[in-house]
Structures are given as structure tokens and as C-alpha cells.
């Protein structure tokens, strides 16, 4: 996951719950809900909160941290709404109404789960063990799609093969690292802070997903 800072909700957002007083997401109009996706993915730079593969508006949903069942309240909460992708198996298609401990919102999402090259994920604390089986983010499936989106990226800088990558120095390092947090048109490259994980690994501490300095 790669930590979001939420800035201001969209206006058409504000203006419709202003004039729509104790509604819920589910009255929610869907002029108003794409321009809830669309400011997301601006904050996600283009990718799901949850796996960070890459999405669209239209290939993407408005996914609910807290359940929109079990907290109809807090549906049409700007804090509690981010763009996720449609998978059934993984991230909000495997969530339901399952709360999710460690959150995209946590800076600490960024350094409690373990990338490997492989694809793999592991868990370093409790907290992110639950929320890795609720959003099923170690699936067959997304350990595939990280592992050839690392390949493509190792190839694509003259970087590969993978089985070098311990033999990187600090330098090497760093110059992946940055690669991982370059921005086209605002959106990053698929699962981008899923392989800077996989080689900060190297640098020995908890490695930050780079971040703008306007945005962290
Ligand atoms: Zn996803």
C-alpha cells in the first residue's frame, strides 16, 4: 500500500451533502460518485489504495475503509472513501464488511507489509496479518501481476535480471527507488510502492514510499 494523505473533497461532493442532509452513499447521485473517484485517484496517483495496480475512473470503484454497511454514517465520509479495484478475489471484492486495522490513511502501511520478488507479501505485525487475509492481498493472483510488474520495470531501466538485485549497492538502490516514485501525468507506474518495498528491503531499514513534498 502506498500511504494516502486526503486533501478536500470534491465540491460537487460538499454541495451534495449540504443539500442532501443525513443521505447515505447509496442516494448518492452518480455524477457526484465519479467525481469522488476522480479526486481519489488524484491522491492515489492513479492507483487502487489497496493493491496499487493501476486504475481508471471507469475501471475503478469507490471502495469504503469502514464497511458502508456497517457504518452508514460515515458512507459519505471523505476520510473513509477511496478508489479500489473491481478484483472479486482480492482488495474490496474480499474486504465485505470486514474492518481492516491497518489502513492506506497509515504511514505505517507502507513499512508493516513485506514484499518480496517473488510476489509474495508478508505480514510484520498483527494488525497488518488481518488486514493482508481480509483484502486477500497475497492471492495467486497479485503475487503474479507484482511479479511481472517488477520484471518489466527491471528490464525497461537495463536493470534485470532480478536474482542481482541483492548484489545492488546504495546507489543502485536509490536510483530504483526514485524510478518507483516518478509520476506521468500525475499517475504513477503500476504497483510502483509494492517494488520500491521489494528494494528498500536492501537499504537494511523500513523503506518510505517516496512522496512528494506537498503530499505527505
Ligand atoms: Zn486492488
Redesign the pocket.
Known sequence: MRKITKAVPPPELTRWRRHNQGARYQDLPERERRAVRTACLEEQKG???????S?TVDS?HNAHIRSQARYPRQSLSWANLVA????VE???GSQGQNDIPLTPLMPECETELRFYASGKVRALTPKAQVTLDV?NLDSPV?RHKRKNALDALLYSLEFHPVEDIPLWDAELIQVFIAECGRETDGVLLPYAPVLANIVGQLLGTPARFPHAPTSS
Open positions: 492507483l487502487c489504495a489497496f493493491c496499487c495496480c486504475i475503478g479500489s479495484c473491481m478484483a482480492h482488495c474490496g483484502l497479485l
